[in-house]
């Protein structure tokens, strides 16, 4: 019995499990990135194909240290029974809800959006998202940011920044000018 007591007058320290939503319509994917720091283990991703694209449909893809999961094919709407009340084809589908499980979900995944239309994919736009791990104590109140940190700071290190591209396609393209420019000749020199 003090057994009982006892763990009822622990606290217990957690987070409200939360679902963030991300959006494709034909103008793209919002947000492609889901912010850092916006979910934890356990918090669910709802994808929701909203592009009215005749004939399109969206394959989502998650991926995290050699993990891939799939979405089914999502549509932009589900054809109903008269009544509006259930779905004619049961395989049909406008939302893929993932949940990042309490256990192992924490780290960078990488998102793919996959936009196909009449079967045949037309568009490709990739994201990412980082869980952070959801610690029940007292002595882990804040969120721990050395996950994502690193994983950022390793990946600035490897890609140049945008600077520095568009800096080189504004140099290659003057350089592409100055080249095939014609060259005005003297009148004097005939």
Same mark, same amino acid.
């Given at each position: ?5 006892? !763990?009822? !007058? =622990? ?5 409200? *499990? $939360? ?19 916006? !979910? $934890?283990?356990?918090?669910? =991703? /709802?994808? /929701? ?14 991926? $995290?240290?050699?993990? !891939? *999961? +799939?979405?089914?094919?999502? +549509?932009?709407?589900?054809? *109903? ?13 406008? #939302? ?6 309490? #256990?192992? =979900? =924490?780290?960078? /995944?990488?998102?793919?959006?996959? $936009? ?15 869980? +952070?791990?959801?610690?029940?104590d007292e002595t882990h109140d804040e969120i721990d940011d050395t996950i994502c940190e690193a994983i950022e700071s390793k990946m600035s290190a490897t890609e140049p920044s945008s600077q520095s591209v568009i800096v080189a396609a504004i140099i290659f393209f003057v350089g592409a000018m100055v080249m095939f420019l014609p060259t ?7």
């Open positions: 019995m003090a057994l009982v007591i006892l !763990m009822f !007058m =622990a606290p217990v320290s957690g987070h409200e *499990l $939360k679902e963030y939503t991300v959006m494709v319509n034909s103008s793209g994917v919002y947000p492609a990135d889901i912010p850092d720091n916006s !979910m $934890k283990e356990g918090d669910s =991703a /709802w994808f /929701w194909m909203k592009d009215s694209t005749e004939n399109a449909t969206l394959i989502v893809k998650l991926e $995290k240290d050699g993990l !891939m *999961l +799939q979405s089914p094919e999502l +549509q932009y709407e589900c054809e *109903l029974n008269e009544n509006q009340t259930e779905k004619l084809d049961e395989s049909c589908e406008t #939302r893929f809800d993932f949940t990042f499980n309490q #256990r192992g =979900a =924490a780290g960078h /995944w990488e998102i793919t959006f996959m $936009k196909y239309v009449n079967g045949d994919l037309t568009e490709t736009i990739s994201g990412s998202v980082c869980i +952070q791990q959801d610690i029940h005005k000749q003297n009148p004097s020199s005939k």
